[in-house]
Every structure is written in structure tokens, then in C-alpha cells.
């Protein structure tokens, strides 16, 4: 069957903020526009009549609430086409900082906990604790349950009032079971999703407190069946982070695209990857998951390379409302093979552009977004 009618702008699940229409008393004045058989020369988009022009129409509407229903209809026809939009009334310049593959800081502040008197005795936390005094930056560590010669219901308790007392800037969330196997949830079941999910966080509410938990996460390698996904909804998470791009040859994934299947993606089929690599974030309305693109992977980078990385990414004011930095905990330290010597001034030169250009540090689970 031939669709007749067709909303082909805004994107059914499409988040708007001020990038993408006019600011008016209403609320947000937006496009629509869309195709539709050329017999029809009256289109409606909800109660605004459209432009048409062939076999295409255009109208403007306004957007008034967080969710919008957006019809686009022929009078008598029984033909229409139904989107929703989200606003994101509040939005302004923000950023967050996400840290991937944690598990060793955990262990050793475990090991040490006979002489640590503070979680900041340990190097790795110390350093995050310097950038957010001296920037104000919000970090969220995403963690694996073990690792070899520890898991995390070995982690003491001790510290928790401390990271209770540092819940404005940290979160601890989880990541996956552990580091090994590569893409372990690729093809995960509903439960040991959930399973996995589960372990990590009620371990992190008994040794730090939920109040340090986000309802935002990013899995291991990033991808995993829808059924695994809605498993992660189901338990309160409502967002997921990601490269959305396909897979790539080198060090950085925003380089050089080599196929045209998704990596670092989740479920999402190419139409939603390719959204989603012009857009800061966009929203299943399916599943009622929000995903969110990783701006820098800045391990990935030359110390040189990431102001002009960061640069770019500013050009299009449809990636660079929310700035995603992120980096891994591996090539902190000395011990792993992945060891980057550079990795504290890779870390501030990020921090340090985002500073410079006005965005505020933020955590998603804060207000729509982190707005």
C-alpha cells in the first residue's frame, strides 16, 4: 500500500529545542514538512492549513508542551500521517562528563580501605575532584561489576558518607559484568540484562547510596537487542549514550567510515544512526528510551587534535547544544597497556573549551536533559 500522506520533517521522536524553530509568547514556532499524493491540494497540520506545493507540503506550528502530537491529515480521505516531537523548553549550552570501563579506582580504594582515610586517597579520584574545583565539571563513572582480584561486593562501606557528600558532581552507574568479553551484550537476553544491571546497582546503593545512581548509562561497547534495552527501561533507566556511527578504521570513531553498519549503536537501524549522527539526541517513542551521541572519545585523540575536534563539532548547532566528553578509566594508569601519559592534560583541554565557550556542567538526570 502506497502511504499517501507523510510527515518527512520533524522526525517522529525528534527532541527540539531553540536550534530548530522560532521562540515566540505560544511556545516554539516549527516546520513541518512532508510528501503526499499529488491529488490532494488541501493538507492540515493539526489545525493550521499547509502549503502545498506538488507533491510536498510545508506548514508552521507551534510546539507548547514537552510532548507534541503532530498530525498531518487530508480532509475525508481517511488519509494522515501522526509524529511526536519533544520540547526542550529550558535547553541551554551544557555538557557532561562520562567515564567508561571503571573498575580499578573501586579496587583500590577497596584494598586500601585499612589506610585510605578518603575516596580522594586514590590518584584517579583526586585528579576528578582538582577538575571539578577548578571548572565545576560533573563526572559520571560507568562501571563493571569485577574484575580480575575483585568485585564489587568486596567494596567496604566505609566511604559512604563521603559519597553521599560528593553527590552535586558524581555519579556511579552501571557499565557491564566486566570488561572482557568484547561487545558482551550484543546479543543479551532480557534477563541477564537485567541480571547484570541489577548486580551493579544494588552494590552501588549499599556502598555509596542511590542518590549517586543516574537514570542515564551508557553499556559496554553499546550495543544489545531492543528486548535487552527495554530490560534497562524497565529498571528506571531512561537514556543511553553512544558513538551512533558505523563501524570505522582507526583510533577515533568519527573518522573514517569504512561500512554501513552501525557500531556503538545500540538497536538502531541505519535511518536512526544517521539521525542521531547530525543530532545531540532523539527519542524512541516505542521504547520510551531517550539516546544521546558521544560528542569525543578523547582517548581516541592527540592531545593536539581535540580543540579542533571540539571546533567542528561547535559548527552545527544541532550536535553542539549538549556536549558529550567522554573518556576511559584504562588509559589512567600506569599498570594497563593502554597507559596515556597525557591523559590529565587531554582531560583539561576538554574541559577547558567547554569552560571557554559558556556551557554549563550538567548531569541528564537533572531537570529534561541536564535543562
Known sequence: MV????IVEPVDGAILNRNDGRLT???LEIVVRGVTSRKYDKVFVNEEEAEVDGDRFTCRIVLRG???RIVAFTRGSGCAD???VLWDKNSIKRYRFSVDD???FLKDLALNSWKYGSIFDNDFLSFWRDVHEKYGTKVQFNIFY?????KLSEMPDKYKSEWLENRDWLRLTFHALQEKPDLPYRNATYMEMKHDYLLVTREIERFAGRELLSNFTTIHWGEAPIEACVALRNCGIEGLVGYFTWNYRGPSPYETVITDKPCVSYYLD???VKYLSRHDYWKDMKTGIVFIRHDIVINTLELGEITNHLNKV???PHQSEIIELMIHEQQFHRSRPEYQPDYEEKVIEAVKWVTDKGYKPVFYDEGFIGA
Open 66 to 68: 514537552l510532548e507534541n
Open 25 to 27: 509568547s505560544e511556545g
Open 3 to 6: 502511504l499517501l500522506i507523510r
Open 270 to 272: 541505519n535511518e536512526k
Open 102 to 104: 571503571n573498575i580499578l
Open 82 to 84: 501522526v509524529i511526536t
Open 314 to 316: 561547535a559548527e552545527d
Open 146 to 150: 569485577q574484575t580480575e582480584g575483585f
